[in-house]
């Protein structure tokens, strides 16, 4: 990916700057590495008890904005940053006698494994000598001082070995301006407010717990939210020509290495034994779906084929990675394996990536960008079979007139791929949907198919998914629409408010009725025995579309009033112009 090299000389130069605020205020702290990272820096520090004697503590948050007002100090001195080289021998001497320790590892490291004969330092003005390879503002005046502010303090083992020493890093971001840097912020506080592991909770979608970690309990709104959500999955599929399969969860160990899956996931795969038998849990559907192509001989008249499976994957992922939806140990992936004959490849890719797009425009993803990862370091199949089918998909993308920028190595290991990343509401950008081209894994399955000529010959497999993960694209959805989802979706779209137990009958007529012009109409009448204001309350926290309320005023009109979720009070109406207005937006899923 491409980098925007004056934001990242700007990150740079703050992390230096951390540096020498650190150091003045910690006069004994060690100075790590500092790096910048997506959207900042960090700065690492070692704090030997030296370094504390004249703080009297370790750095905390509570510091932070000490060291921020040190650093805009230091920036106002319009210090110049000057790069040099200096001798391998130079640069050891001079970050000895300065007692930094991890400056002379990460010196002595350089010139071992990169045969250097000089390192890159930089000067910060007369107060700063470090090693660096480059990239930084000409003067700190340039800096936009306005546009960074430090985040956070964690911990951090050097070199994320836990068995070296916990040093403290020192998080910062950076941006070209105040206004991005408040627009980030903003979109934090508003991220925290989305989190989808609370939303979840709060709307009873789904929980965790400790006898299954890392395991999604689907609750019966979540899974009401889930049927929706595939609902339309499964009706762009049928339109698409596209048939569901199911394969098993246990699968022999032997497959899994033919399929080139142990020698890339097996560390991640969980196993058992059957009849003296090794078999594994599915990281993956595609052997599967392969072994179902082959029960028998295949004419190409039949392709392609287009082989569904929504199917349950496990992966034993660490514990510390583990994020709510976003990072499970078993997902259900919309895998497809589309078998293609060669010249039909560029036709079923073309159609996979308009499915993929009219899917995300009816969910409400309107801002979609396509990289294209090629060949990683890890492969499977020759590097002329790799380059034709990089070349391929280069090819469909620029006749589709899809813009698409190249994502160096980041490819499958049986082929390269087109990934579709989103955009949410808060700007946050997703990989979701990705199209792989896959020459490989036929040859190793001698997976083939009878030409018009009467030869055998190997189709291509284009492995695709649309949603990728049901539970994170779930968790993205969720954070999307912070919980109020659009009416088609909304596990619960309806509640219908008695004002007394006396129009309780009547809401209860009214329920009926609806039900009776759409029986998938998910509707619920409130029993309760709470005042009115307080389910109408909580009507709004579950976010609810629509609240129905009836007292003995609209039996007696034959009305209901009418609230809605963003609007507001829309005031009496008819049940059938409210059922037509329902089904008019659940059809156009506004």
């Excluded at 000490?66 to 021998?89: T, V």
């Excluded at 033919?258 to 594994?280: C, E, L, Q, V």
């Excluded at 259900?332 to 490849?345: G, L, S």
């Excluded at 629409?481 to 137990?501: C, H, K, M, R, T």
Aim: some cysteine; overall charge positive.
């Amino acid at each position: 990916m491409e980098k925007n090299t004056e934001i990242e000389n700007i990150r740079h130069s703050f992390a230096h700057l951390t540096n020498i605020a650190v150091r003045r205020l910690y006069p004994k702290a060690q100075p790590a590495i500092g790096p910048t990272i997506e959207n900042g820096f960090y700065q690492d520090f070692a704090l030997p008890a030296e370094a504390l004697a004249k703080a009297g503590h370790f750095i905390t948050d509570a510091d932070l904005p000490r060291i921020e007002q040190e650093m805009k100090a230091i920036a106002s001195q319009n210090l110049a940053f000057k790069k040099e080289l200096w001798s391998a021998k130079k640069a050891v001497a001079y970050f000895t006698k300065e007692k930094q320790p991890y400056k002379v590892i990460i010196a002595k490291d350089l010139i071992k494994e990169k045969r250097l004969a000089k390192l890159g330092i930089m000067l910060t003005g007369d107060i700063l000598v470090d090693l660096c390879r480059g990239g930084h503002v000409k003067n700190t005046k340039e800096l936009p001082i306005d546009g960074f502010k430090l985040t956070r303090v964690a911990g951090a083992y050097w070199r994320g070995d836990e068995k070296n020493p916990m040093l403290t890093r020192v998080y910062g971001i950076a941006f070209e301006t105040k206004k991005e840097l408040d627009q980030y912020l903003w979109q934090q506080e508003e991220a925290k407010k989305r989190d989808h592991k609370k939303l979840g909770q709060e709307l009873d979608l789904f929980s965790f717990h400790e006898e299954g970690p890392g395991f999604v309990f689907w609750h019966p709104k979540g899974m009401l939210l889930r049927q929706a959500l595939m609902s339309l999955h499964q009706e762009l599929h049928k339109k698409a020509g596209y048939q569901e399969v199911s394969t098993p969860m246990l699968l022999s160990e032997d497959l899994w290495k033919r399929s080139g899956h142990w020698d890339h996931y097996k560390d991640n795969m969980y196993f058992t034994k059957i009849d003296d038998r090794i078999f594994a849990i599915k990281p993956m559907n595609c052997p599967g779906t392969i072994l179902i192509y082959k029960v028998r001989p295949r004419s190409y008249r039949e392709l392609p084929l287009k082989f569904a499976e929504a199917g349950e994957v496990h992966r034993h992922e660490p514990s510390g990675t583990l994020n709510g939806l976003f990072r499970v140990r078993a997902f259900r992936q919309d895998d497809t394996h589309i078998f293609t004959r060669p010249d039909q490849v560029e036709q079923e890719v073309s159609g996979v990536i308009s499915l993929i797009l009219e899917f995300y425009k009816i969910i409400g993803f309107q801002d979609v960008h396509v990289e294209l990862s090629t060949r990683p370091k890890k492969y499977i199949g020759s590097l002329a079979v790799w380059r034709k089918a990089e070349d391929t998909l280069k090819k469909i993308l620029v006749s589709s007139n899809i813009d698409y920028k190249i994502n160096e190595g980041d490819g499958a290991f049986y082929g390269p791929k087109i990934d579709f990343h989103i955009k949410d509401s808060l700007g946050r950008s997703w990989q979701l949907g990705t199209i792989q081209l896959d020459f490989a894994m036929p040859e190793r399955f001698d997976v083939t198919y009878v030409d018009k000529d009467g030869k055998e010959k190997r189709p291509i497999i284009i492995h695709r998914t649309v949603i990728g993960s049901i539970q994170r694209f779930m968790g993205v959805l969720i954070e999307h629409y912070a919980g109020a989802f659009p009416l088609w979706l909304s596990p619960e779209q309806v509640w219908i408010l008695p004002v007394s137990d006396k129009s309780l009958a009547f809401a209860k007529k009214i329920h009926g009725e609806l039900l009776e012009k759409d029986k998938n109409l998910r509707v619920t009448v409130k029993e309760e025995n709470e005042t009115l204001g307080k389910k109408i309350r909580e009507g709004q926290m579950q976010k609810i579309p629509y609240l129905v309320i009836v007292g003995e005023k609209e039996e007696q009109q034959g009305t209901i009033s009418v609230r809605d979720r963003q609007k507001g009070d829309l005031g009496q109406t008819t049940l059938e112009a409210f059922s037509a207005k329902m089904k008019q937006e659940i059809e156009e899923k506004k």
